[in-house]
């Protein structure tokens, strides 16, 4: 049986795991709403009549969204997978 005191090691670990990993969701997301106004302003639409790319108020959360997805890909490569598989061959 556990002790208490590695329970509690393990769920401040944990913790600070988690706060780790919040970090580089928002960081990744603030990094692609920056790459979005870089790529308004240094590609975009010249001619105004693309939707999308000829507006800041647009590629900025297209860029941060994009970054979020990112981040939260990286977070689930970063995370330690769990074990919640059941053993289906098991009999009573």
Do not use: H
């Not at 049986?1 to 988690?18: D, G, Q, R």
């Not at 900025?60 to 994009?66: C, L, Q, R, V």
């Not at 490569?77 to 598989?85: Q, S, Y």
Request: charged share 20%; with cysteine; proline share 4%.
């Amino acid at each position: 049986m556990p002790s208490i005191e590695n329970v509690c090691l393990f769920l401040k670990e944990t913790l600070m795991l988690m706060k780790n990993l919040r970090v580089i969701v928002w960081a990744s997301t603030v990094v692609g709403a920056l790459g979005g106004f870089i790529y308004w302003k240094e590609i975009g639409c010249i001619t105004g009549t693309c939707p999308l790319k000829s507006q800041w108020q647009t590629m900025i959360p297209i860029g941060a969204y994009f970054g979020f997805v990112f981040g939260d890909v990286l977070k689930g490569f970063i995370a330690p997978k769990k074990n919640n598989e059941v053993d289906t061959d098991k009999k009573d």
